[in-house]
Each structure stands twice: as C-alpha cells, then as structure tokens.
C-alpha cells in the first residue's frame, strides 16, 4: 500500500508539488496523468525518495520514507523517465549490480538475475553493452531493474514514451500483468493508455490534485451529459427543424459535413433522457434518411482538457 | 556500500582510466628512483617520492572527475539515491574504490625499498614513513577531487576546479611570503570572507535574517576582537594559509623527521570532504 499524505514540494516561490494526497491500495494500477509540467516525476521522485518532500510524508506498507528511508526503498522497484542504466556495463553486469544495491543474497543472484530479465525479455541482449542498446531496449532493461528483488511497490515514469508500437502493447500487457503481485503507479501523458490498463486516474495540474477515480466514473461524473451523435440526408434547416420538435432536447451543436448532401450534428439531451429511439421515430416519420446515430460518449482527453483547461499533449 | 565499491573498482579498469592513473604515477615513481636512487645513489625513497607529490594535480582529477558528476549526468543516481542504501554508504563506498587504486600503486611502490635495500643500507623507517606520508596525502587529495565532482554534473568542470584547488594548496607556502602580514590587512580580508560566507548562506536559504544576523555576529567578533587586542590578527593570513597547506606537512618526512601531527592532518583532510560530500548531496536532495 502507497500512501500520500499532504506532500508539498517547494523551489524558492516555485511549488511543483501543492499538498498531494492519495491512497493506492494493494494490487491496484494508478494511472498518474497531468500536462508537462505538472509534477507528476517530481511527485515520483519524492515518493521514491529521490528528492526530500518540503512537508509531508509518504508511507510504503507502513514505513515512512522520510523515518525509515532504508525499510521504505527495500519495497519500491522504479524506473525514472530516462532509464537509468551504465552505458559501459553490459546487461548482465549492470542487473547484478542492482541485484548487489538491493542486498539480494549471492546465492538467489543470478536466478533472481535470470527472472527479471525473462520478464523484460532482454535475456538474449544479457552480454551486450548496455550502450549499443536501442532506446527500447534500454527501457527495457531498466524495466528489469525496477523488478530486481520483486518489490511490492513498482513505480513507472512514463514507461512507453519512446518505444514502438509492438513494444508499447507489450508494456501495457506487462504492467497489467504485474497488478496480480504488485502495486503499481505509473505516470503518463498519454490518456488512452492510462484509461486501458490502470484501476484508477489521478489527474494532477500545477502539482494539485484535480480528481481521483476509476476512469470510467471520471468520465461519467466529471464528463457530463453524453451527447447524440447524428448524420442524415437532409438539409440543415429541415434537420434542425426535426430536432426542434423534440422537447428533451437541450441544445444542438452542428459538425463538419462527412459528404455532400449529408448534415452532421450532434444533439444534447436534458439530464437523464435518452433521445436516441425519439430522433430514429422523428426522422423516419419525415422520410429523412439517417446515416449514423451513435452516442458519443466523452473521452478522458476531452475531461482532461477540461479539467485542466490545458492541452493535452500526445 | 560493497555493490558501490566493487561497481567503482570495475569500472576504473573497463575504462582506461584506472590503467591511465597507475601507469602515469608508476612511471613518475620510476623514473624519479632511477634518477635520485640508481643515478645519484641517494639511499633514501624520499626524495623521488617528494618529487612526485606535484603531479597529484594531475592524477587526482583524472580518477576523481567523473566519480560523481557523471551518475548525475547519466540521471544513475536515481538508482542509487533510490536503492536501500544511505547516502554515506555510497559515497564511503565510491571513496574507499578511488583509495584502493592508489592503493595498487603504494604496493608496488613498497618493494621499492627492499630493491634499494640490496645496494647499501637503507633506512626503512624512514622510507615506510614517507611511503605512507605519500599515500596519506594522495587519500586527502582523493577527499578533494571526490567533494569537487559531487558539486557539479561536468567532468571537465569538476576536473579543472580540483585542479585549482590542489594548486592551490601547493602554492599556499608560497603565497604565504608574498602576502602583508600586518593586523589591518588580516582584518580587511576576513571582514570581506565574512561578507562572502553570509553572502553564500543567503543564497542557500534565502532568507534576509540569515543574512543581517551572520553579518552583524560576524563583525561583532571580528572587530570586538580587534579592538581588544589587535595584536591577535598580526600573521593571521600567513596562518590560515598554513592551515590549508597540505604539502608543507610533507616536507618534514623529507628529512627523515617522523610528524604523527602530519598523519593525523590528513585523515582529517579525509574526514572532512568524505562529510562534506555527502552534506552536498543530501543538500542537493532537498532543494
């Protein structure tokens, strides 16, 4: 279990991190998102114990990471933004290392060596220099390192930034995965990630905490009503003619034509009440043709940037 | 602090580095004892060893530059500073590697002696006393250059600010004959230290109390002091340049003179930066 409790980080008038606290209990995944800039590796960095926190305090199954640093790290696997490997080492070297840093008895070493680079797939690059590696590659080693020891904890800087496309679902697979063992943050800017694989979102802005939830309920509650997604055959006077004679619409937003001939919009409802059967009835009566009707649900993006009132970026 | 030095040793001998730093000093030692011991048929090592001190200026930095500037640079010491062992550890660790490798080098050294030994009567006292002189002040040296690389995230920055400091010291009895001796100038300069100290709490912690209050305390003493009795400041200059000198200690092995003060000098030299280097870093850690 990760506990944060009131962590505030200060630069001279500069407060990336303002009073943060959450809980995230055991074998869950927190999916840890905020525009650059937001404090999510400051956040980390004092949650690892990295860099002290101005005021606050983390607990790692109970030990304080500011009383008992020594306890609390023995619980944490991290892998930063950039992986912090030794260019000159090779791999082998470099896990054994790490396998030393974490006091791993020398008889368990090269099994526990063996494991973690099975688990990251690196174990046919185990005699390469870490510095021939491709940045995948890299990434994957300090993958392998984080897991070094099977800490409970496992704490994930952005840890698909800069891989391919097959590399990045095998990461979302693998840090699913690991949830059934371990508790899992990871940080990321990349929203659709964190809605496919975490349990819950934490959405931080100026190092303060914006919402904490399942991803779904931040859509929900946050999100607001959904709209109505619809295209037809028609014109936009006759549609909006259509539209306007049903009472539980609240207000109509027009959208970019797909084709010639065919008018989009899209149709918000009052509180509540599905218009999805009333619109098909309307236009069928009216003998206009319907080419799509879907309700369009909105996505974390959309929230976030609401939230934030900021970009995204992906 | 074993996985760090052993890291540490490793890495000096896959790099050249290591090779760089033996092979420059044992190729000083020898050559040195070829001139004053074969060539001019002195008994004693002291002279070649005290020959050999200066060039600390360059072998120093060379295996101390990248020690710690280079894990901040390459973002490893999110490892270390992540991994369930203390600051002091790794920092005793990478020291205790950096001591070693001069180690290797006062071994080979040590048979020195017993060669010489062959050819006439060597004083063994004095040629193991100077022996460990030497390496005690390579270790002090090796403090330094480790404090110095914690400071910066530059190799080259932290190689040539080790550099000035080691001249430094070298140069201090030097300057100790250029500089005036009397009590106004001692005064004058340690008002403008005292300025420069309370100048650099001030940045530290930027706070404008720290700064009035070190201010008014300090000159209180300073000049309290003075006008009491001014005589206190008479050669204080020449004095605090004594302090820092680490090579004037060296001299008295020279002449066969046994100095236990001198030994105790150094390892405090040690003490002092292997502290002082894990304070830098803990600072850096919470600002």
């Known amino acids: 279990m990760i506990e944060v409790k009131n962590l505030v980080k200060k630069y001279g008038d500069f407060t990336p991190v303002d009073d943060l606290s959450f809980i995230v209990e055991d074998g869950e995944i927190l999916g840890f998102l905020g525009p650059n800039g937001a404090g999510k590796s400051t956040t980390m960095n004092m949650i690892t114990g990295y860099i002290s926190a101005t005021s606050g305090d983390v607990y790692i199954d109970g030990h304080s990471m500011f009383d008992e640093p020594e306890e609390a790290k023995k619980c944490i696997g991290y892998l930063p933004e950039i992986p912090p490997v030794y260019p000159d080492m090779r791999v082998r070297e470099y896990l054994n290392f790490v396998a030393d840093l974490r006091e791993i008895p020398a008889k368990q070493k090269a099994a526990e060596v063996d494991r973690v680079m099975g688990l990251a797939r690196v174990d046919h690059m185990q005699k390469k220099l870490i510095k021939h590696l491709s940045k995948g590659y890299r990434q994957r080693v300090g993958l392998a390192q984080a897991l070094v020891g099977n800490p409970k904890v496992i704490i994930l800087d952005e840890p698909t930034v800069g891989l391919d496309p097959m590399q990045i679902s095998w990461m979302r697979e693998f840090i699913r995965s690991l949830a059934k063992e371990h508790t899992v943050i990871l940080s990321s800017h990349i929203l659709f990630e964190v809605s496919a694989i975490c349990d819950h979102v934490l959405i931080i802005n100026h190092g303060k905490k914006i919402v904490m939830d399942t991803p779904d309920n931040v859509i929900r509650t946050i999100g607001g009503t959904e709209g109505v997604y619809l295209a037809a055959k028609t014109t936009a006077e006759r549609m909006n003619e259509l539209i306007g004679s049903i009472a539980e619409v609240a207000h109509v937003r027009a959208e970019a034509a797909p084709s010639d001939g065919v008018v989009a919009c899209s149709v918000f409802p009052t509180e509540g009440a599905d218009i999805r059967e009333k619109l098909f009835r309307t236009f069928a009566d009216a003998n206009v043709v319907l080419l799509e009707l879907r309700t369009e649900s909105k996505t974390l993006e959309e929230v976030f940037i609401a939230l934030t009132g900021e970009e995204g970026t992906c | ?287």
């Open chain 2, 1 to 287: 602090m074993l996985a760090v030095y052993k890291k540490e040793l490793r890495g000096a001998f896959t790099s050249m580095f290591g090779y760089l730093f033996l092979t420059f000093l044992l190729a000083l030692v020898g050559f040195y004892v070829y001139t004053f011991n074969l060539k001019l048929e002195y008994a004693s090592i002291a002279y070649a060893i005290n020959s050999v001190t200066m060039f600390f200026l360059l072998l120093v930095p060379m295996l101390t530059m990248r020690i710690l500037s280079e894990e901040k640079k390459q973002k490893t010491d999110q490892l270390l500073f992540t991994s369930p062992v203390s600051v002091t550890r790794i920092v005793i660790g990478k020291y205790l590697a950096l001591v070693s490798i001069l180690l290797i080098a006062m071994l080979i050294i040590s048979v020195y002696p017993h060669i010489l030994a062959r050819y006439g009567t060597v004083n063994m006292k004095v040629a193991y006393s100077n022996i460990a002189a030497f390496f005690l002040l390579g270790c002090a040296y090796l403090a330094i250059g480790l404090f110095v690389s914690a400071l910066t995230e530059s190799q080259i920055v932290a190689a040539i600010l080790t550099f000035i400091v080691i001249l430094f010291t070298l140069l201090a009895d030097a300057l100790k004959g250029m500089i005036p001796s009397d009590h106004a100038i001692s005064v004058l300069v340690l008002a403008v230290l005292v300025f420069i100290l309370a100048g650099i709490a001030f940045l530290m912690m930027k706070n404008w109390f720290v700064f009035g209050g070190l201010l008014v305390v300090g000159y209180a003493v300073l000049f309290g002091l003075y006008f009491w009795k001014e005589t206190l400041y008479d050669g204080f200059l020449t004095k605090m340049l004594g302090w820092i000198s680490l090579i004037s200690r060296f001299d008295k092995f020279k002449y066969g003179l046994f100095d236990v003060a001198a030994y105790v000098y150094y390892l405090s030299i040690v003490f002092l930066f292997v502290f002082l280097t894990v304070q830098a870093i803990k600072k850096r850690r919470w600002s």
